[in-house]
C-alpha cells in the first residue's frame, strides 16, 4: 500500500494496518504487541480466559443467549477487534449455546466490531495459529474468520457465518465515526439497539482515542434500558465516560493480577455509582424485537433470489413469485463479470459499488463451498480480472492506495503474461486479483435448496395492503385466479416494478444484449486468458452441466462471451444481428489485434437480451415504500445485480427486522424508494 502524502486530507481514509511486534512474555511465550501503542493485544497469562472473564461472564451472555426467543436477534458491539480472540470466544459460547438449547434454532447473533489499525492478515494468521496451538477448541472457528477476513478498505464488511446464525461486521476505520454510521431509525419497524458492549480498546494511557467523549456519546445513542458493558479499565476517564452518558457502573474482581475492572448498565435511574446493577437480573431479556413468518418476494432474478436468501437464512419462509421462471429477465445471462467500478479510495467506505463486490465475492467464495458439497458448479470461477482503464474514473496512481490483494498495476510485461495480450500497450491497467465470473444458473440451483424458499410461477395483478398482512392476487402457470396472504412483500420485479406500486419510481429502461460463441481451437489459442474490461467486456467460460437451461450452449464446450449493447428506452428482448457486431466493434477498438482473431461473421453467434433498469442518481432503489407498513423493493441494480444485489438484500433484511444494516445511514438515505431524486419523473 502506498503511504505517499498520507497527511492529505483526501488520504486520511486510508486504513493504516497495525505493526506488529513481538515479545517474550513471562512464562516464555512469544506474544504479539502494538507497534503503533506499545501495549499488548492479549494477556501474558491467558488471554482466552480473561476475554472469557471480562467480557463474556461480565456481560452475562451464557445466561442471557441461552434464554433468547426464536427469530430474536442479539447484538454485541465491540470497540477494538484486535485479533479477534473475543469474537472467537463469544463464537465458541453461541455454538455451544445452540447445541443445547434447540430453541435457539432461529435466533441470531450480530457481533459489530470496529478497528482503525487491523492487523494484516498474515500476521493475523500467525497470531491465531498460537491459539490453535494453545486452545485447539478455537480452530474450527479461527479458519472461517480467516478465509473471511477482508481486505484492509475503509468501511462495513459483513462476514456471514450462516450455519451459526451468526453476523459479523467489521467496520474498519474510526470508531467513533464508524459508530456515528449506525442508522437507528431506517424504516417504521423496530428501532435496533446493543445489548452488550465489549469495551477492548488499548489501555487509556496509551490510546485514549478509544476512550473519548464522542465513544460514550454514540454509546448512548446506540443502547437502551438494560444494555450492559464490560471492560478490563478502571480508569477514571473511562468511569466518568460510563457515568455521564447514562450508565451506572459497578468494580469487580479482575482477571489474573487486575484487582478491578468494570461493568456496566443502562437503567432509568439516576446516572452513578450504583451498587444496585445486579448482574444477571438488572440485564432484562426483553422481547420487543420485529418478527414475521412468511414474505412474499415477487421476481425471481438476482434481486429477488438474494432478498429470499437473506430473509430465509433469518427463518423466514419466502415464497418467490415469477411471472414465468427464476432468471428469465436480464439476471440470465451465461455468466456475469464480477469486477468493481473503482473510487479514489478517500470515497470507499461510502462507495456501494466497492462495497457490495467485496461483500458479493465472501458470499460466493463461501457458496462454492456448498456447492462442493452438493457436487455442482461453482457459483464463483475465480479468475482475475484485467482493466485497461479505457472507461475508468481511476487512474493507476489512485490504485496504488488500495491493498494488492483487491486491485494492483501489473507491469507491461506482467500484464501481456497475464492477459495473453501480444500488441496492446498496457502500461496503464488495473489487475483486479479477486474477480471472476458468477454463474447465475449455479447460483440459483443453490438458493432454490434453501428449504425455506419456495418458488412459484404467478403474474401479479394486484397488491392489497390491509393493518396486519398483504393479499396478492394473480394468475397462475394455469391461468387461474391464485391468492396469497402474507406478512411482507418485496417487489424485486426491475422496470414492471412501477407497474406493480406506482409509489416506486419509474426508473430508465436500457436494453443489453450480451453476445457469444464457440471459438476454433486455433482462436482459443490467441483469445485473452483472464476477462478484460474495457468500453464492454469479454471473457472466456466453460459452459456448465445445466447452462443449457438457460441459453444456447454446450456444456464442457469454451465460449468467449462479449458485452454489451446499451440502448436507451428499449424493452424488447429479440436477438439483433447489429448488436452482435456493435459488441464485436467495442472489442477490437479498444484491442485491435482482436480483430483478425474475433470471427468478422457474427450471424452464429449466440445472445441474450434483457431489459437494465437505472435511476437518474445511479443508485439501486432498497427500502420500505412511503405510507406502507408491509411492502418493500428492491430493483434498479443497473447492469451490477451481481455485485449488489447480496449487500442490498442483507440492507434490506436487516430493515424489516429491526436489525443494523451493513451500510451507512448515508447509504441507507441514497438508496430509499422516497429519496429526494426519485420525485421527478425522468423525461
Known amino acids: ?138 480452530m ?171 430473509l430465509a437464512n433469518r427463518g423466514i419462509t419466502v415464497t418467490l413469485l415469477d411471472k414465468s421462471a427464476p432468471l428469465a429477465g436480464a439476471s440470465g445471462n451465461p455468466r456475469a463479470l464480477l469486477a468493481p467500478k473503482m473510487t479514489p479510495i478517500h470515497h470507499v467506505d461510502e462507495h456501494l459499488h466497492t462495497i457490495g463486490y467485496l461483500h458479493s465475492s465472501r458470499l460466493y467464495r463461501d457458496l462454492n463451498q456448498t456447492a462442493v458439497q452438493l457436487h455442482t458448479a461453482p457459483i464463483l470461477e475465480l479468475t482475475g480480472a484485467l482493466d485497461l482503464l479505457i472507461k475508468a474514473n481511476i487512474g493507476t496512481e489512485q490504485i496504488a492506495d488500495y491493498p494488492d490483494e483487491m486491485a494492483t498495476t501489473l507491469s507491461h510485461e506482467q500484464a501481456q503474461i497475464t492477459s495473453g495480450l501480444k500488441e496492446q500497450n498496457l502500461s496503464d491497467n488495473l489487475y483486479l486479483p479477486q474477480s471472476g465470473l458468477v454463474n447465475p444458473q449455479a447460483l440459483k440451483d443453490i438458493i432454490l435448496t434453501h428449504p425455506l424458499i419456495h418458488f412459484q410461477q404467478l403474474e401479479v395483478t394486484k397488491i392489497n395492503e390491509i393493518e396486519q398482512q398483504v393479499r396478492i392476487e394473480g394468475i397462475d402457470e394455469s391461468l387461474n385466479i391464485a391468492t396469497i396472504t402474507t406478512d411482507n412483500v418485496v417487489i424485486c420485479a426491475a422496470f414492471e416494478s412501477h407497474q406493480l406500486d406506482q409509489r416506486i419510481f419509474d426508473c430508465r429502461k436500457i436494453r443489453g444484449q450480451l453476445s457469444w460463441f464457440m471459438p476454433s481451437t486455433e482462436q482459443l489459442i490467441k483469445l485473452p486468458k483472464i476477462p478484460l474490461k474495457y468500453s464492454g467486456y469479454c471473457a472466456l467460460f466453460n459452459a456448465q452441466t445445466g447452462d443449457n437451461e438457460l441459453n444456447t450452449v454446450v456444456a464442457d464446450r469454451p465460449y468467449l462471451l462479449l458485452g454489451a449493447s446499451f440502448i436507451r428506452n428499449d424493452t424488447n428482448t429479440d436477438i439483433r444481428p447489429e448488436e452482435h457486431q456493435i459488441s464485436r466493434d467495442k472489442l477490437i477498438t479498444a484491442i485491435p489485434e482482436m480483430a483478425s482473431i474475433i470471427p468478422a461473421d457474427t450471424s452464429l453467434w449466440q445472445g441474450r437480451a434483457g431489459i437494465r433498469t437505472q435511476t437518474p442518481d445511479y443508485h439501486p432503489i432498497v427500502g420500505q415504500l412511503a405510507n406502507s407498513q408491509r411492502i418493500w423493493t428492491m430493483n434498479a441494480m443497473g447492469a451490477k445485480g451481481y455485485a449488489l444485489a447480496p449487500i442490498c438484500a442483507e440492507a434490506l433484511a436487516d430493515m424489516m427486522l429491526g436489525s443494523f444494516a451493513p451500510l451507512s445511514e448515508t447509504m441507507l438515505a441514497r438508496l430509499s424508494p422516497n429519496r429526494t431524486r426519485l420525485q421527478t419523473p425522468l423525461v
Open 1 to 138: 500500500m502506498s503511504t505517499a502524502n498520507r497527511q492529505n486530507p483526501e488520504h486520511l481514509k486510508v486504513i493504516t494496518p497495525a505493526k506488529i511486534d513481538w515479545q517474550t512474555d513471562d512464562t516464555g511465550n512469544m506474544v504479539p504487541v502494538s507497534g503503533e501503542f506499545g501495549d499488548v493485544y492479549f494477556s501474558h497469562a491467558d488471554g482466552l480466559a480473561e476475554t472469557r472473564h471480562v467480557f463474556l461472564e461480565h456481560n452475562q451472555l451464557p445466561e442471557r443467549l441461552a434464554h433468547l426467543a426464536p427469530k430474536q436477534c442479539f447484538t454485541i458491539a465491540e470497540l477494538g477487534f484486535g485479533t479477534g480472540l473475543n469474537l472467537l470466544a463469544t463464537w465458541q459460547l453461541w455454538r455451544q449455546l445452540r447445541e443445547t438449547n434447540p430453541q435457539l434454532a432461529t435466533a441470531r447473533l450480530h457481533f459489530i466490531t470496529t478497528e482503525k489499525f487491523p492487523i494484516p492478515l498474515a500476521d493475523l494468521t500467525q497470531i491465531l495459529a498460537l491459539w490453535g496451538q494453545r486452545a485447539p477448541e478455537l
Open 140 to 310: 474450527a472457528f479461527i479458519e472461517p474468520l480467516l478465509a473471511a477476513y477482508p481486505p484492509l478498505i475503509a468501511g462495513c464488511h459483513r462476514l456471514s457465518f450462516s450455519h451459526d446464525n451468526l453476523t459479523v461486521d467489521m467496520w474498519l476505520g474510526d470508531a467513533a465515526e464508524s459508530l456515528s454510521k449506525l442508522a437507528l431509525a431506517h424504516s417504521n419497524q423496530h428501532t435496533p439497539y446493543i445489548d452488550a458492549w465489549f469495551l477492548d480498546g488499548f489501555a487509556p494511557s496509551c490510546n485514549s482515542t478509544l476512550w473519548a467523549d464522542s465513544i460514550f456519546a454514540q454509546m448512548q445513542r446506540l443502547s437502551r434500558p438494560h444494555t450492559t458493558a464490560a471492560t478490563y479499565s478502571c480508569a477514571g476517564i473511562v468511569k466518568r465516560g460510563l457515568k455521564q452518558h447514562g450508565f451506572q457502573i459497578k468494580k469487580v474482581r479482575g482477571f489474573g493480577r487486575k484487582r478491578e475492572m468494570l461493568t456496566a448498565i443502562i437503567t432509568n435511574a439516576e446516572n452513578g455509582d450504583t451498587d444496585s446493577v445486579n448482574e444477571g437480573r438488572d440485564a432484562k431479556q426483553e422481547t420487543t424485537y420485529s418478527t414475521f413468518e412468511h414474505t412474499v418476494v415477487i421476481g425471481a432474478g438476482v434481486s429477488g433470489l438474494l432478498t429470499a436468501w437473506s
